[in-house]
């Protein structure tokens, strides 16, 4: 570390603050907006002095939406639901199909490996929208429509070039020669893959697979047009809030909060990892 | 039957790059064998392919009288030292040296026992309990080393060993490993590009270039009766000097004339008649002759010093002689300037003769080679 002296100190702290106050600027400004009602989100000038209120979440959580004109049923707690089965799935899928596969490039230079790597990297290229037409065809063809199943198959396209690519770029950071003197003792292949690669990639894998449960979290378009209100995750969930009478703000507002709070707490919980997993993996890959 | 044998295998990666070319090696139980050459000769590709990290391209090789090479790794009963170490970062080196161990189902008191011997052996003890991470290169190195010693393996492969330790290590290791492996009873080979390591550890050195055997002998038999001239100029520290020669043969006198009118003149009695006429046939010659041999002594021909070095305890003088450099070893201080005029002599004992074409050699001190 550089000296430096106390006006240094000081100038690199307010831009921090500046920085951190851009970024948490809109969350901070939802968190507000859910503690209140639409009358006082809606006035104008805004102020962010108000009496809290947390009628929004208690509507969400009882599935009952009590607006000025009408009441009707919501179920956003299944939506939710559904947001943790749909991502935590499709993570497990891909982490099953893409761990191996991932070492098997890294490792094994075969005909066509790279071209093969590519070519799932490349899923990531295509517009979701151009996929999903003839998609939802052959879905309600073969009866996939509306299964959990059948979203957790098309989210591979989110998650597996994620984790593919990045524990990928893990294995290879591994000297192969780790493994041989594991091999050489007596061990198996598979043995050598379980009881060596996997614990020290196990940092990359852990990354990987956070960042694809964010982006599978986060998804909104597969959801839309291939699942039916039962199977909707929070996503597309919240569209139900624009009522014929009007935008529920507020209950938006607790609704997105609610939606964030597991992703938040998971990335909190695996922070160190996700930053060494994305500088040490993804860039060598 | 030998113990370990390697019939013509071939190493070529991608279907370009010819690694190891038709190699033949027989090596008996017990025996210290050193691969020895410069980097990208081979001899790591043939370790690799007896530990069976890379397949054979053709050829065969057998450990104890089985055929190995299509078995995995783990079933060939082989121990191995890597050269980037290759220690398992979550463990400490106690744990890593065990480790090798596990398939053997010991005791834990047993197990233990023998990491504190090898660990004593290779000067570890004190740090067993440290991770990997935070020892340095050349004890990593040297848990690797244990690590592969501690095992009771049919063969011991050890991928330049000792390259990180500092000299005093290096030499003190030397003596304890040879010792180590004799008392055992165990068969190593050992992959190196030092000479001296090769020298002092090995029986027998197998000297390599571009993927092909040049010789596998005894140390002293490398020295004084080099198969061609890259083992001739490979092994030696300073490399045997060399000169393109024109045999004459008039009846008493032999005489090998060199660049720039420089001629060694002999009584043709030193030299045996079949040498003579193999000679006498024209084909050209260069000759070789070994700095610890060119003495500096009166009536020699003349050469001029290019540069005199004091290495502390030897003297190496260099010196512009029939149109290339030769050099002299003495084991005094010579008091001699660039520029100075000195006569250099050589005996006919000490010249290896090689066929200027093929590069094998005719003789050696006279002898037929």
């Not at chain 1, 209120?53 to 009882?62: C, D, F, P, Q």
């Not at chain 2, 089985?66 to 290759?86: K, T």
């Not at chain 2, 010093?305 to 290495?311: C, R």
Request: glycine share 10%; proline share 5%.
């Amino acid at each position: 570390m550089t000296h430096q002296s106390p006006l240094e100190r000081l100038l690199r702290g307010l831009a921090l603050v500046l920085v951190v106050c851009f970024f948490i600027f809109p969350i901070l400004w939802i968190v507000l907006m859910s503690f209140q009602t639409n009358e006082t989100i809606l006035r104008s000038p805004p102020s962010v002095v108000f009496r809290p209120t947390v009628s929004n979440y208690a509507a969400i959580i009882s599935g009952h939406l009590d607006s000025n004109v009408a009441s009707m049923g919501i179920e956003f707690m299944r939506n939710l639901m559904n947001s943790v089965i749909l991502s935590a799935g499709s993570v497990a899928l891909s982490l099953v199909l893409g761990v191996p596969a991932a070492y098997a490039f890294a490792r094994h230079k075969f005909r066509g490996s790279e071209d093969i790597a590519f070519t799932l990297l490349s899923f990531r290229f295509a517009p979701p929208l151009l996929v999903l037409l003839p998609l939802t065809l052959y879905f309600q063809q073969i009866g996939l429509a509306d299964t959990y199943l059948g979203l957790i198959w098309v989210y591979q396209l989110i998650c597996l070039p994620l984790i593919l690519w990045i524990v990928r770029g893990y294995f290879e950071d591994i000297s192969p020669d780790i493994e041989h003197a594991y091999r050489i003792a007596g061990h198996s292949w598979f043995s050598t893959f379980c009881r060596i690669s996997l614990p020290l990639a196990g940092p990359g894998i852990a990354a990987a697979a956070l960042l694809a449960f964010i982006f599978a979290w986060n998804n909104f378009v597969f959801a839309l047009v291939l699942a039916s209100a039962d199977k909707q995750p929070v996503t597309v969930g919240a569209l139900a809030f624009v009522t014929a009478s009007g935008i529920q703000y507020g209950q938006i507002a607790a609704a997105v909060v609610l939606s964030i709070l597991p992703v938040l707490a998971l990335a909190l919980y695996a922070q160190r990892y996700l930053v060494e997993g994305l500088s040490l993996g993804a860039v060598k890959g | 039957m030998s113990y370990l044998e390697i019939a013509s295998v071939n190493k070529i990666y991608g279907g370009k790059v010819h690694a190891v070319k038709a190699l033949d090696l027989a090596i008996g139980q017990g025996e210290i064998v050193a691969l020895l050459g410069s980097s990208g000769c081979g001899k790591t590709s043939t370790l690799r392919m007896i530990a069976g990290f890379e397949e054979v391209s053709s050829g065969r090789i057998s450990l104890g009288g089985q055929e190995v090479h299509r078995l995995p790794p783990g079933r060939r009963g082989v121990a191995m030292a890597f050269e980037g170490y290759s220690l398992y970062p979550p463990l400490t080196l106690r744990e890593n040296i065990a480790f090798a161990l596990k398939g053997e189902k010991l005791a834990a008191s047993e197990v233990a026992a023998r990491v504190e011997e090898v660990a004593h052996l290779v000067e570890i003890t004190a740090i067993l309990d440290r991770y990997p991470s935070s020892v340095s290169g050349g004890q990593q190195q040297r848990a690797s080393l244990a690590r592969a010693l501690i095992r009771r393996a049919a063969l011991h492969l050890l991928d330049e060993p000792m390259g990180q330790l500092e000299p005093q290590l290096r030499a003190l290791l030397r003596g304890r490993i040879k010792h180590f492996i004799r008392e055992r009873g165990l068969t190593a080979i050992l992959v190196t590009h030092d000479q001296t390591e090769a020298n002092a550890l090995a029986d027998r050195i197998a000297v390599m270039e571009n993927g092909e055997l040049q010789q596998f002998d005894t140390p002293a038999a490398l020295k004084e009766r080099p198969a061609n001239l890259f083992t001739g100029t490979f092994i030696g520290e300073p490399p045997m000097n060399v000169f393109d020669a024109e045999p004459q043969d008039s009846g008493g006198r032999l005489a090998f004339r060199l660049g720039e009118g420089a001629s060694l003149d002999y009584d043709a009695g030193a030299f045996p008649g079949a040498l003579r006429e193999r000679l006498a046939a024209g084909r050209g010659i260069t000759l070789g002759v070994r700095p610890h041999a060119v003495r500096i002594a009166e009536g020699g021909l003349t050469a001029q010093v290019a540069a005199n070095q004091w290495l502390g305890d030897q003297t190496h003088i260099s010196a512009g002689f029939a149109g290339g450099t030769i050099v002299s070893v003495r084991h005094d201080r010579a008091d001699l300037r660039q520029g100075d005029r000195i006569p250099i002599a050589i005996a006919p004992a000490d010249l290896h003769i090689f066929d200027r074409a093929t590069g094998r050699a005719i003789s050696h001190g006279g002898q037929l080679a």
